[in-house]
């Protein structure tokens, strides 16, 4: 995740249409699953609406991300669209416990359920579900809050897929618990796709050193340079799904120039590069009497 350094431009246009189409699916399957009694369905529609809100987030998200650094938000808003991955994330994660709990109660009661409701509304659903996935599959592979929301489309492209499949079962062999088995595979679905979502963008915003990063191996490399006794007082942390920053105190042998420091601070950043980290801050020290632990609190 640390070695894509660009910040992708997210195509506006594309989002409002998928957007739209979401409210349309939402819509349409929240009545289709009132006439119908089809629980897979109203879930389904939830599905959608949450849809709708994840996008409108990582759309707005997306447009704070590209706001210039001040001197009140040093950082500027780049934080936003992590934010608005974690929450698209722990959405789903709420919606699938849900699901699960009223489909374990709907298998207790099943009841009789129009079929043809289902399958037309499914039908619908995956088509307009599918025209969205396409929309921003391009934009989900260079961006975490739009990967999250490209993992919602693409989940609700497939529960529709078991909506569809349990409304064929009940029209022809008229079994209804297919509609209360069907919502916990897609609860288990979703759990399993907002899961990895939920972790990464926590772990960012929990500023964890970001797993493709090995702190000790870099301490290794960078005290090997010439002149340099200890690195100490190290942090690694990624500030949104692209960029990591690297910071350390650096003990020199001798007190030498800042013009002979910089010598060595560009081998730190050739090795610091090698690893996916662009952005550094190193702290010169000479006989400072401090903590030289590799890693301790601030």
């Known amino acids: 995740m640390g070695h894509h350094h660009h910040h992708h431009e997210v195509s506006g246009k594309r989002l409002a249409i998928t957007i739209f189409l979401n409210v349309l699916i939402t819509l349409g399957e929240l009545v289709g699953g009132i006439i119908s009694g089809s629980m897979a369905l109203i879930t389904d529609a939830a599905h959608n609406f949450s849809d709708v809100l994840s996008l ?26 992590i934010i608005a991955a974690f929450a698209n994330s722990v959405t789903l994660i709420v919606i699938a416990l849900i699901i699960f709990y009223e489909a374990i ?8 359920i129009k079929s043809g409701w289902v399958i037309i509304m499914a039908g619908a659903s995956i088509l307009l579900n599918g025209v969205s996935v396409l929309l921003i599959k ?3 592979k260079h961006n975490m809050n739009m990967r999250s929301a490209f993992l919602h489309l693409f989940s609700d492209m497939m529960t529709s897929v078991g909506v569809l499949a349990s409304g064929l079962i009940m029209k022809f062999y008229n079994w209804y618990y297919a509609d209360a088995i069907f919502s916990m595979l897609i609860a288990s679905y979703l759990l399993d796709l907002s899961w990895a979502i939920f972790r990464d963008s926590l772990r960012i915003l929990m500023q964890f050193t970001p797993e493709n990063i090995d702190i000790e191996s870099i301490s290794k490399e960078i005290s090997i340079i010439a002149g340099i006794r200890n690195i100490h007082h190290v942090h690694a942390w990624q500030l949104d799904d692209h960029k990591i920053i690297f910071e350390a105190h650096i003990d020199l042998d001798e007190d030498i120039s800042v013009s002979q420091f910089e010598t060595k ?4 950043k050739k090795i610091l590069l090698t690893n996916g980290i662009d952005h550094s801050n190193i702290q010169p020290e000479f006989n400072m009497k401090d903590d030289k632990a590799l890693i301790h609190d601030l």
């Open 56 to 81: 409108i987030i990582s759309y707005v998200a997306n447009r704070m991300a590209k706001r210039k650094p001040t001197a009140q938000q040093t950082f500027g808003y780049r934080r936003s669209e």
């Open 105 to 112: 109660n709907r298998l207790a009661d099943p009841i009789e």
């Open 138 to 140: 391009r934009d989900a």
């Open 265 to 268: 601070l560009a081998d730190i």
